[in-house]
């Protein structure tokens, strides 16, 4: 079954105060941008990200496979525009996840997905529990909670009978839900989870950073790597080629930046080596441009569904010269590894003229890389 996922982000939030809740940032992302990934995780795609015309900019730093459709004055008319724009190559279901829930568990979102094998819709939800009042300063009577439930999302839907219940509703109601209804949908309930609450109030966002943070697996690796000076007329380091009196000795183009940085990148996913993983036996990678290395360290922390958050490298030699390359290094990893420039960080030192750097006989690097859960 093809799922697509819709994140609807157009309200204002004034009840939080300040910009609007879905663009505010706990846990190192934007409210909205956690509740895309919980989407992405459960193999959503595409992903409709549906804003308010004036949002644009914050829009655009939610999730790198957004699609950014502009929203209505209300969340029906939000709902409906994300999916008119799925309707050129229609999925075969689709989650509608408010942006202001962020702690959406991939397992609530599977048990909405396999509910619609049976159901034309399905709808994470809690038991109501507590005691139920009628009143508005004292209480004035009693209300039965029996099969009374706390509604979430996300909510899925088979993609035709949805989009024909948007298109033929009237407005008015609270979810997606109500319109599925009123269409004569059947809607199965599934089980919610309390952690997947809605930021309503300032409280909230504590909260819900506090369950974030929780769940994050934050992950450190370290590298080191050493090559001898030899015959050559340049040395590439961190994926700059520089001019040089002298090569590297290597199987490869001897990168010990980047050599380094793979290293520091698989010892965070326990995963060896970059020996290991490019044997430097295999003629294959004779002479092999070390991005190459870096890039197939970041697809095993993306299968592992984790995101390299931050680098930190470390150059140790005489010479060449490294501050004049800083920049185009940082941009030649910030590409590979999908990182802005202030999360990537290099440095260069010498060894005082001590050891085998002292003595220009070859170069070294150390590297650090913080990896976190998505």
């Excluded at 299968?303 to 930190?312: N, P, T």
């Excluded at 030699?317 to 999360?343: F, N, Q, S, Y």
Aim: some cysteine; charged content about 20%; proline content about 5%.
């Amino acid at each position: 079954m093809r799922i697509a996922g819709i994140i609807v982000a157009g309200g204002r939030g004034t009840r939080l105060g300040g910009s609007p809740k879905q663009w505010r940032v706990i846990a190192g992302r934007s409210v909205a941008s956690h509740a895309m990934m919980a989407l992405d995780r459960v193999g959503a795609d595409p992903l409709i990200l549906v804003h308010h015309a004036d949002d644009i900019a914050f829009a655009e730093n939610v999730h790198p496979r957004a699609r950014l459709v502009v929203g209505g004055a209300t969340r029906a008319e939000s709902v409906r525009a994300g999916l008119e724009a799925l309707a050129a190559d229609p999925p075969d279901a689709v989650l509608i996840h408010d942006a202001a829930r962020p702690c959406l568990t991939r397992e609530v979102a599977e048990r909405v997905v396999q509910a619609l094998a049976g159901h034309e819709g399905a709808a994470p939800a809690l038991p109501v529990t507590d005691a139920l009042w009628r009143g508005v300063t004292e209480v004035e009577g009693a209300q039965p909670r029996e099969g009374l439930w706390r509604a979430q999302t996300p909510q899925g839907f088979r993609f035709g009978p949805i989009l024909a219940a948007h298109r033929s509703s009237p407005g008015g109601a609270a979810d997606d839900v109500e319109v599925a209804r009123m269409a004569g949908l059947s809607v199965a309930i599934v089980r919610g989870d309390e952690d997947n609450l809605k930021v309503t109030h300032r409280g909230d966002l504590a909260r819900a950073s506090r369950i974030l943070e929780g769940r994050m697996d934050i992950r450190t690796g370290h590298g080191y790597d050493v090559h001898a000076f030899g015959p050559g007329d340049h040395v590439s380091i961190c994926g700059v080629k520089i001019p040089h009196s002298q090569g590297v000795v290597a199987h490869s183009d001897g990168d010990v930046g980047l050599h380094a940085l793979t290293d520091a990148i698989l010892g965070a996913l326990a995963a060896g080596d970059i020996g290991h993983h490019f044997p430097p036996s295999d003629p294959r990678w004779r002479g092999a441009d070390s991005v190459l290395f870096l890039d197939h360290a970041k697809r095993l922390a993306d299968e592992a569904g984790l995101r390299v958050s931050h680098v930190d490298v470390t150059l140790v030699c005489e010479a060449p010269r490294i501050g004049p390359h800083a920049g185009a290094m940082k941009d030649v990893i910030g590409r590979t590894l999908g990182l802005g420039p202030e999360r990537v960080s290099i440095k260069a030192t010498t060894s005082e003229r001590l050891g085998f750097t002292g003595r220009s006989e070859g170069m070294a690097a150390l590297a650090t890389a913080t990896l976190v859960s998505e």
